[in-house]
């Protein structure tokens, strides 16, 4: 039975620091949030930076756009924030309605109050995860499952930096009918799509660490992408969901914010 890798004892200590750095502010960062409808992941992310920024002392202002929003109302509102003195870091909640590019809308986003694009904090947290399993990704097999700009593709860079042989999986490999063949290979498997149940339990490798980025409501319970209870038996760790890779990664948002404040101030 795998051990679970949970992200909330790291995030505790995160937010241990930023306690103190912000405390020793002149003024709470402050931090802008952009939720477009009403993807599920998308609002439990933003009630989850909600509830710490009140924890750590941060301001936090949720900007809401309906769902049907044009890409031109998102970048006016970004330049709203960017131009407000107050504001010290931006994030948009992911994933996106249909009708909005994630990047093109991210580069309207002043580098400086940036603290998403840059230093993903999911990319961060699945790497600080891994970490934490003590497993050195050396050589290893490497499946990410999901190449978006925010998690899959950051994470390549992060993963090639340790000299992990690196697959990456997206809808082409689903349609192509080869994505159990990948995570079979799996010597440690992530998988950020959003699909509850995509990846199958037996398809994990024996002993492989899974990182399940996915976040889906199903009924009133929110799993990940993996077959959570079938793949624990076959891994060696597994991440929880919720409880993983979603406590730290708000956790890391707030350090990025926290930072572009000091910075700013
Ligand atoms: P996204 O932008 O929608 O990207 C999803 C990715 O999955 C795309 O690369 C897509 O490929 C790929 N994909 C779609 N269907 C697939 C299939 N059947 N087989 C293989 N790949 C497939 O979403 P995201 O922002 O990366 O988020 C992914 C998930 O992580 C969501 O559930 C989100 O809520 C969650 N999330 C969690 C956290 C956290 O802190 N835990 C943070 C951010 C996001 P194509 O582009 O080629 O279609």
Same mark, same amino acid.
């Given at each position: ?96 309605? +249909? ?13 400086? +109050? ?5 230093n993903s904090p999911v990319a961060a947290a699945v790497m600080e995860l891994i970490k934490t399993s003590g497993v050195d990704l050396y050589g290893k097999e490497v499946v990410v499952v999901g190449h978006s700009e925010t998690v899959g593709k950051p994470l390549v860079f992060l993963l090639l930096d340790k000299l992990a042989t690196v697959t990456v999986c997206h809808i082409g490999t689903s349609?192509?009918? +080869? ?41 009133? +319970? ?44």
């Open positions: 039975m795998a051990k679970l890798l949970e992200g909330k004892p790291i995030a505790e200590k995160i937010k241990e620091e930023l306690r103190l750095t912000v405390r020793g502010l002149k003024q709470p960062p402050v931090l802008a949030s952009i939720l477009i409808g009403e993807n599920p992941g998308a609002m439990s992310y933003a009630k989850s930076q909600q509830r710490l920024a009140g924890e750590l002392g941060i301001e936090y202002c949720l900007r809401v756009l309906p769902e049907e929003a044009t890409e031109s109302q998102v970048v006016e509102l970004i330049q709203k924030l960017n131009n407000d003195k107050h504001v010290h870091g931006i994030s948009i909640q992911m994933p996106l309605p +249909k009708q909005i590019d994630g990047e093109s809308i991210r580069r309207f986003i002043l580098r400086n +109050k940036d603290i998403e694009g840059v349609k192509a009918g +080869k994505l159990e063949e990948h995570v079979r290979h799996a010597e440690v498997l992530i998988v950020a799509v959003g699909k509850a149940g995509l990846i199958k339990g037996e398809w994990i490798k024996e002993g492989a660490v899974v990182i399940d980025v996915g976040i889906n409501r199903v009924g009133d +319970k929110i799993v990940g992408d993996v077959e959570f209870e079938a793949a624990e038996k076959k891994a060696s760790y597994i991440t929880p969901v919720p409880g993983g890779v979603g406590p730290l990664t708000v956790a890391i948002l707030m350090r990025n914010l926290v930072e572009a404040a000091v910075a700013q101030q």
